[in-house]
């Protein structure tokens, strides 16, 4: 798996070569632009989870990886892995089991969106259910609506979210 990512790499780099050796771009001497930028970077993007604290749903954003998108399964998966020690430190939890993923996300016709989940949908919590519905929703676009939670032959929804 990791030679087939650094062959990707390989023939990107590559292909990028060729093109900016071939774009007719002439040389040119050296265009002074002041002083580079300093300071800390910030993240290009934030991920919202829904946590639980006190028994409810809480949303909770984290610094995004700032450079590559983040896909909704991606945010579901580190919504089964739980809480930061951090956000533990501030009373927050997760109703949504570790075992739940891995997920996939399929965007369905009339702002529908199905979350599915390697465990019985069935099994989950009310609040674990909400978790996933909320979480999913807030990566997705305005027009989402309804998400319906599907695992080991069971589906709960469509449900919106309670806490948008």
Known sequence: ??????????????VSLVAAAGCGVRPSDVIE????????????????????KNGRL?????????????????TLALLAAGPTA?????????DVPP???PFS???KPAGHLAVTMSTAAGELSTLAVEQIVCTAAA??????????????GQSVGPRSCPAR
């Open 33 to 52: 632009a002041g002083d580079p930028p300093s300071g800390r970077v910030a993240p290009t993007t934030t991920i919202t989870l829904y946590l639980v």
């Open 86 to 94: 951090e956000e533990q430190a501030h009373g927050f939890t997760t």
């Open 99 to 101: 075992e739940a993923g």
């Open 1 to 14: 798996m990791r030679a087939g990512l650094a062959r990707r790499v390989l023939a990107a780099g590559l």
């Open 139 to 152: 990566t997705a676009p305005e027009s989402i609506a309804q998400v319906t939670v599907v695992g080991a």
């Open 105 to 107: 996300v399929t965007a």
């Open 58 to 74: 809480s949303a909770v954003t984290r610094p995004g990886p700032g450079g590559r998108p983040l896909f909704q399964a991606d």
